[in-house]
């Protein structure tokens, strides 16, 4: 397994892998998701935004039984809104990943992609760059399967992650889910992982019988990090960095977030950041690195907000307000934050969860960043 080069002067990476010495916990998910795909199966990854889904996968590949012996390739098509994007996604990836493995590596690649080859440039070492428009790809489907007919003859076996996979339920093409079960099923020389935050759209796309991805993959569910495990991992760091962690600090700062990996994170940084060398860092600490990082971001919050609909803002700021907030479209509820009607509420909710801002969980609906949740609460 790859070691950091040097020790980070912020050892909470709040950004990326880092390395396994930076990488909490998830040793047992790490050995069963690596076990899973040297065995030979594919995985639908599954859990909220935010637990650190990336970064496992990253970790896993990094593993020395997977570095050494596979070609791996992590992309993200949340940004995504066609098959025609999805397939220069993948193609940018996979020659970005291959170039650094030598001229053979990516060769074998651009070769395969006969539809597009014209669209790949140059520098003047003769080195390619990814340089097609989503308009360059005048056929999406023959492109992706000159794509898979690559993974499938490659000189190495392949891992591909997809991450925030249930996008493609938004591209408006009825049978790309199909056309994707029909390619994975045949490419022998590839194991996919297909990643995604939205539980009920992974769900019903892994699990209902209806669809084409029904019992082809192992499920893995990713749950939060032990409290105790994240503790120890801080006290480390800190004590390594010469500073002092007091116990009650994770706790506190894990219940008011949840648990949830990246507020955790982002967080300890700030709180690390603050605490000099030698000194110690309390529980009264943690108000100030909150309020220390929802500072840098008020004008993107104060914009975003002013951006929205009036209804939509105003539902936001009740369901902020709020916390975990049910029976959205009761009189109650409505009463209770001045809302015009259940009418208006019914309307803003879909358009607050299509814009990332509105999360719902199994029984309740929650503003999805809890640091802008914060924020309104304090200036709205």
Same mark, same amino acid.
């Given at each position: ?15 990326? %892998? ?26 639908? /990854?599954?859990?909220?935004?935010? =637990? ?25 098509? =949340? ?10 996604? $993948?193609?940018?990836?996979? #020659?970005?990943? $291959? ?22 440039? =140059? ?20 492109? #992706? ?68 991805? %029904? ?6 569910? &990713? ?40 507020? &955790? ?27 220390? @990082? ?5 004008? @993107?919050?104060?914009? #975003? /907000? ?32 001045? #809302? ?41």
């Amino acid at each position: 397994m790859a070691q950091s080069a040097k020790y980070l002067d912020n050892p909470f990476v709040t950004t990326g %892998y880092a390395g396994p010495e930076y990488f909490c916990d998830r040793e047992t998910e790490t050995a069963r998701l690596t076990n899973l795909l040297l065995n030979g199966n594919n995985v639908a /990854l599954i859990s909220p935004r935010r =637990y650190g889904k990336t970064d496992l996968l990253r970790h896993c590949f990094a593993q020395k039984e997977i570095a050494d012996s596979f070609y791996t390739f992590i992309v993200d098509i =949340y940004s995504t809104k066609s098959v025609a994007e999805m397939v220069s996604k $993948l193609g940018t990836v996979i #020659l970005e990943t $291959l170039k650094p493995k030598g001229r053979k590596a990516w060769e074998k690649f651009l070769s395969a992609l006969s539809s597009i080859r014209s669209g790949i440039s =140059y520098d003047m070492n003769g080195i390619p760059t990814w340089s097609l428009s989503v308009g360059d790809i005048h056929s999406p489907s023959v492109t #992706l399967d000159e794509i898979f007919k690559y993974l499938d003859q490659a000189d190495k076996p392949c891992l591909v992650a997809i991450d925030e996979f249930q996008q493609v339920t938004k591209y408006g093409d009825d049978g790309i889910e199909a056309e994707l079960r029909t390619k994975v099923q045949y490419c022998r020389n590839a194991r996919f992982v297909f990643s995604g935050s939205r539980q009920h759209l992974m769900g019903n796309m892994f699990t209902s019988p209806a669809r084409p991805f %029904y019992q082809s993959v192992t499920i893995f569910g &990713l749950e939060r990090i032990p409290e105790n495990k994240y503790a120890a991992f801080c006290r480390h760091h800190f004590e390594k960095g010469g500073k002092i962690l007091d116990n009650e600090v994770v706790p506190v700062l894990y219940n008011r977030f949840e648990g949830i990996t990246y507020y &955790l994170q982002r967080v300890m940084n700030q709180l690390f950041q603050n605490t000099p060398a030698g000194g110690s860092c309390a529980t009264s600490d943690i108000e100030k690195a909150v309020q220390d @990082i929802i500072g840098i971001s008020s004008p @993107i919050y104060e914009d #975003l /907000l002013y951006q929205l609909p009036e209804k939509q803002s105003q539902v936001l700021i009740a369901i902020g307000k709020e916390g975990k907030a049910t029976n959205l479209t009761s009189g109650k509820f409505c009463k209770k934050y001045g #809302l015009q009607s259940p009418s208006s509420v019914k309307s803003a909710v879909p358009a607050l969860i299509e814009k990332g801002l509105l999360t719902r969980e199994k029984d309740y609906y929650q503003v999805y960043d809890l640091f802008f949740n914060i924020w309104m609460k304090q200036h709205v």
